[in-house]
């Protein structure tokens, strides 16, 4: 319910552009929690797998929320986490390269 005289928000723009926050958030935990031991398998298994579905959730999130751009508002939200769930997505994929093709 919005309030009298201010707008609904697009709260897909805003989710989605938290989105690759809260994945850079997560993954900052399990390099916390892990120290410099970088092997074990329950970490690994969170970070193939809930990194990148938040990212691609946010990616979906700010691509829906642009329809909604005319209606509700808030462009920069929409337009600005599809671009850094989109780096955020390559960082993601560069750090795999560089840690699946280091010698053990």
């Known amino acids: 319910m919005a309030l009298p005289g201010f707008q609904k928000p697009n709260n897909l723009a805003i989710a989605g552009f938290l ?10 935990l399990l390099l916390l929690g892990l120290g410099e031991d970088l092997k074990p398998f329950k ?15 946010g990616i979906v999130l700010s691509l829906k929320s642009i329809p909604l751009v005319e209606e509700l508002g808030d462009k920069d939200y929409a337009y600005s986490g599809l671009i850094l769930n ?8 560069t750090s795999l390269i560089y840690f699946f093709s280091s010698p053990n």
């Open 43 to 57: 970490v690994s298994i969170a970070y193939l797998t809930i990194t990148p579905l938040i990212l691609l959730t």
């Open 86 to 93: 989109i780096l955020f997505l390559i960082v993601y994929a």
């Open 19 to 28: 989105a690759p926050f809260v994945a850079a958030g997560i993954t900052g």
